[in-house]
């Protein structure tokens, strides 16, 4: 008698097999089993045997058969050992299981797998986790910690919320706005703003007007008027897809913004503007003195990724930086812009809050704020509602830092000390500007030196409402000694 040789599936149904067993499997590949099974009965006979021994291994261990043994390593010893023993064996007293039980059992079996894959493939899923919130009106409907799941509508009423996904991503959605998460990769923009800071995999942002897609980006999207779709882009670039014909495509790299309207094609291109955007509730909030209103749109646009700027052009008085509740109150002599560095980078470090003795109209108006007199001369600057801004970043506390230059060559700059609270009488620390590593950092930017830049961060992290920040005056008598302030900045801490 000839002895029968051993089936051996092939290695593409056996990848088959286990990617359905361990419910990973596409629906394609539940169809191509759907069609294998019925016509190959050696094929049947392997997927009901595999079936038996991936329920085993669940009931015995309490996971999935890939967690112990391989399919393909349980196919093997199946189909060429005679020592491995069924996971449900037949005795003596029942028949043979015949064919038409088989293709029952792999019908019943495949049925109940593709009920199981459809429902994974359709059932919402955890996309973006709300890491902050600003506005009474969202946190009706947004929790912080909590997941925003795929194939559901979102409404940010007012203010903002800020979301990042588990691979990197983070968005920043501001008020009015509506937008449905439909998947993983795919948010449909229905109205509203939409700051983006992509580190993760790519996706795209649908609007009315077409497809964002994102190529290792940082960009900006203003959909509010919902004729109109803007996309600012900061870094990396971005590609346009028309709604209605998928070969119309234009793409815009860091620096350029892109304008469909309507049904028009293509897109108008212009100058990207971060000053439309509030980039993000977890970011650092500054404050940039400004001398010149072209310099706030020089400012806001190229120094917009890790900092939201507010800018403050007169010498003395209040500010409320958006998408915040914090309040600012200051005082000095003048605004000052220096010449010679004019890069767009090095702007925020030349014009500078002055501290020569203050005018009498000086005086009253600190005095309406509430600030303290500091002699009358030098610099008073105040931060007030922080613990508000540390709830809506979801921060542990804050550090502050101070941004300088002397103007001049061979300038010295006067200490800057930091106050808790809204007099000066609880010191937190003092600055000294002049140390000797800053002393060479003379900053010729377009070949004619203009002093040095300094950032300073004041050691201690805080947790206090208000803070007071202040500068000696200037003496009058000399230009060499400087009192000034460029820009301030509030940092977030986190851990």
Same mark, same amino acid.
């Not at 399919?71 to 064919?99: C, F, N, W």
């Given at each position: 008698?000839?002895?029968?040789?051993?089936?051996?599936?092939?290695?593409?149904?056996?990848?088959?097999?286990?990617?359905?067993?361990?419910?990973?499997?596409?629906?394609?590949?539940?169809?191509?089993?759907?069609?294998?099974?019925?016509?190959?009965?050696?094929?049947?006979?392997?997927?009901?045997?595999?079936?038996?021994?991936?329920?085993?291994?669940?009931?015995?261990?309490?996971?999935?058969?890939?967690?112990?043994?391989?399919?393909?390593?349980?196919?093997?010893?199946?189909?060429?050992?005679?020592?491995?023993?069924?996971?449900?064996?037949?005795?003596?007293?029942?028949?043979?299981?015949?064919?038409?039980?088989?293709?029952?059992?792999?019908?019943?079996?495949?049925?109940?797998?593709?009920?199981?894959?459809?429902?994974?493939?359709?059932?919402?899923?955890?996309?973006?986790?709300?890491?902050?919130?600003?506005?009474?009106?969202?946190?009706?409907?947004?929790?912080?910690?909590?997941?925003?799941?795929?194939?559901?509508?979102?409404?940010?009423?007012?203010?903002?919320?800020?979301?990042?996904?588990?691979?990197?991503?983070?968005?920043?959605?501001?008020?009015?706005?509506?937008?449905?998460?439909?998947?993983?990769?795919?948010?449909?923009?229905?109205?509203?703003?939409?700051?983006?800071?992509?580190?993760? /995999?790519?996706?795209?942002?649908?609007? %009315?007007?077409?497809?964002?897609? @994102?190529?290792?980006? =940082?960009?900006? *999207? !203003? &959909?509010?008027?919902?004729?109109?779709?803007?996309?600012?882009?900061?870094?990396?670039?971005?590609?346009?897809?028309?709604?209605?014909?998928?070969?119309?495509?234009?793409?815009?790299?860091?620096?350029?913004?892109?304008?469909?309207?309507?049904?028009?094609?293509?897109?108008?291109?212009?100058?990207?503007?971060?000053?439309?955007?509030?980039?993000?509730?977890?970011?650092?909030?500054?404050?940039?003195?400004?001398?010149? /209103?072209?310099?706030?749109?020089?400012? %806001?646009?190229?120094?917009?990724? @890790?900092?939201?700027? =507010?800018?403050? *052009? !007169? &010498?003395?008085?209040?500010?409320?930086?958006?998408?915040?509740?914090?309040?600012?109150?200051?005082?000095?002599?003048?605004?000052?812009?220096?010449?010679?560095?004019?890069?767009?980078?090095?702007?925020?470090?030349?014009?500078?809050?002055?501290?020569?003795?203050?005018?009498?109209?000086?005086?009253?108006?600190?005095?309406?704020?509430?600030?303290?007199?500091?002699?009358?001369?030098?610099?008073?600057?105040?931060?007030?509602?922080?613990?508000?801004?540390?709830?809506?970043?979801?921060?542990?506390?804050?550090?502050?830092?101070?941004?300088?230059?002397?103007?001049?060559?061979?300038?010295?700059?006067?200490?800057?000390?930091?106050?808790?609270?809204?007099?000066?009488?609880?010191?937190?620390?003092?600055?000294?500007?002049?140390?000797?590593?800053?002393?060479?950092?003379?900053?010729?930017?377009?070949?004619?030196?203009?002093?040095?830049?300094?950032?300073?961060?004041?050691?201690?992290?805080?947790?206090?409402?208000?803070?007071?920040?202040?500068?000696?005056?200037?003496?009058?008598?000399?230009?060499?000694?400087?009192?000034?302030?460029?820009?301030?900045?509030?940092?977030?801490?986190?851990?």
């Amino acid at each position: 008698m000839s002895q029968t040789t051993p089936y051996e599936p092939s290695p593409e149904l056996i990848e088959l097999v286990q990617r359905v067993l361990d419910k990973e499997a596409s629906l394609d590949d539940i169809a191509h089993l759907n069609h294998i099974i019925p016509s190959d009965p050696e094929a049947r006979r392997y997927f009901v045997k595999m079936r038996m021994l991936h329920s085993s291994l669940m009931d015995h261990y309490g996971q999935t058969s890939s967690n112990i043994i391989s399919l393909k390593e349980a196919a093997k010893k199946s189909t060429s050992s005679q020592t491995v023993t069924p996971a449900i064996a037949d005795t003596g007293t029942h028949k043979p299981r015949s064919k038409r039980y088989l293709l029952a059992a792999a019908a019943v079996l495949l049925f109940s797998l593709a009920g199981t894959l459809v429902y994974q493939s359709f059932a919402p899923k955890d996309a973006y986790q709300v890491v902050a919130i600003l506005g009474a009106e969202n946190k009706e409907h947004f929790t912080t910690d909590s997941w925003l799941k795929t194939k559901e509508q979102y409404e940010v009423k007012t203010g903002l919320v800020e979301l990042h996904s588990a691979d990197g991503n983070k968005i920043t959605i501001q008020g009015p706005a509506k937008f449905t998460i439909e998947d993983l990769k795919t948010i449909q923009l229905n109205s509203g703003k939409a700051w983006a800071v992509l580190d993760g /995999p790519s996706i795209d942002i649908k609007t %009315t007007q077409g497809i964002v897609r @994102d190529i290792g980006t =940082t960009f900006g *999207i !203003d &959909h509010s008027n919902t004729k109109v779709t803007r996309i600012d882009v900061f870094d990396g670039k971005v590609q346009v897809t028309d709604k209605s014909t998928a070969n119309k495509q234009a793409e815009a790299e860091a620096g350029v913004a892109l304008i469909a309207v309507s049904e028009s094609w293509p897109p108008d291109r212009t100058e990207a503007d971060a000053s439309l955007y509030i980039t993000g509730l977890r970011r650092a909030v500054g404050f940039s003195f400004v001398n010149k /209103p072209e310099d706030i749109s020089a400012i %806001t646009s190229s120094l917009p990724l @890790d900092t939201q700027w =507010t800018p403050l *052009i !007169d &010498h003395v008085g209040t500010a409320y930086p958006g998408g915040t509740n914090l309040e600012i109150r200051w005082a000095g002599s003048s605004i000052t812009s220096t010449g010679g560095n004019q890069s767009n980078l090095s702007k925020i470090y030349h014009t500078h809050l002055l501290g020569w003795p203050w005018s009498d109209n000086t005086i009253e108006k600190a005095t309406d704020l509430q600030l303290p007199e500091n002699g009358h001369t030098g610099i008073v600057l105040q931060i007030r509602n922080i613990s508000k801004w540390l709830a809506e970043t979801n921060a542990i506390g804050y550090k502050v830092e101070i941004l300088r230059n002397t103007g001049v060559r061979k300038a010295t700059l006067r200490p800057v000390s930091l106050y808790s609270g809204s007099t000066t009488t609880n010191l937190v620390e003092t600055l000294d500007p002049m140390h000797e590593k800053l002393l060479s950092a003379d900053y010729p930017d377009q070949g004619n030196s203009v002093g040095f830049r300094v950032h300073q961060t004041f050691s201690d992290t805080l947790t206090e409402d208000v803070v007071t920040i202040t500068v000696p005056g200037q003496p009058l008598q000399s230009n060499t000694i400087r009192s000034n302030i460029s820009a301030v900045r509030l940092i977030p801490v986190f851990e």
